[in-house]
């Protein structure tokens, strides 16, 4: 698909208000430069997909290349560029024609209801056995997705080595990539059970993530230690001290 100002978003929880949905997509991808415009639809058929229309396509290449795969209210969000130029980006620049408005006849209704084939949906892919998280492998995107949140983490050591923080139900977050954003953060942690709030730091590109307890707090950093932010930033997580 050729590069364009309209991204095509799909795999979204459709689960979330549509005006919530809209005001939190425009929160992360206003990272990456202005926004014309944000679609998205009630109808049960549109529902999870959404249009996000940027002013620039340097800024629409540079958020599918970062958030492609990003937990969005837990689901990995998809991104394409749209196939066809937007209404709104054909109008500013002139070439914008009114498409004909389809006129169906109740007799085609009749035949199309009787003797259209059932369209079977694509069957999806099984999810991947959880397996406990290795630092020596560095996983993709989808892979940490996947992780499953809700398996017990290991218990903590006794005695933590010198100079390393004890465990306690707060992480120090660094090697922020600079369009990171307190929703975006949040949407990253919450995906692990007892998430409470993240606080980003501006200027210094880190953050703290706050759960209830240190198992919590250790389950999250094992899931999202080494995480791509975006194709060259890799999280650096560790308890903070106190």
Do not use: C, H
């Not at 689960?15 to 639809?41: H, P, Q, W």
């Not at 959880?130 to 560095?138: C, I, R």
């Not at 993530?209 to 999280?235: I, S």
């Amino acid at each position: 698909m050729a590069a364009n100002q309209t991204l095509y978003v799909n795999n979204l929880n459709d689960k979330i208000n549509v005006e919530t949905l809209k005001k939190s997509l425009r929160e992360v991808f206003a990272a990456f430069g202005g926004i014309i415009d944000i679609i998205a639809m009630k109808s049960l058929k549109r529902r999870g997909q959404a249009w996000i229309i940027f002013k620039e396509v340097s800024a629409a290449t540079n958020s599918l290349k970062s958030l492609q795969g990003f937990p969005f209210y837990n689901k990995p969000m998809r991104i394409a560029y749209a196939k066809s130029k937007s209404d709104v980006v054909a109008k500013a620049d002139g070439t914008y024609v009114e498409r004909p408005k389809k006129i169906v006849k109740r007799e085609d209704l009749r035949k199309k209801s009787s003797s259209a084939p059932v369209v079977q949906e694509e069957p999806k892919a099984a999810p991947a056995p959880a397996a406990a998280p290795s630092t020596a492998v560095q996983k993709s995107i989808q892979d940490r997705i996947g992780w499953n949140p809700n398996q017990v983490a290991a218990p903590a050591a006794s005695a933590a080595p010198k100079g390393v923080s004890e465990p306690n139900r707060t992480l120090f977050v660094e090697n922020l990539p600079a369009e990171a954003t307190d929703t975006m953060l949040s949407m990253l942690f919450r995906q692990y059970p007892g998430f409470q709030e993240v606080r980003l730091i501006p200027g210094r590109n880190v953050a703290f993530a706050d759960y209830q307890n240190e198992y919590q707090a250790g389950m999250a950093m094992q899931g999202l230690q080494g995480f791509a932010m975006t194709p060259e930033v890799k999280l650096m997580l560790s308890y903070a001290r106190k």
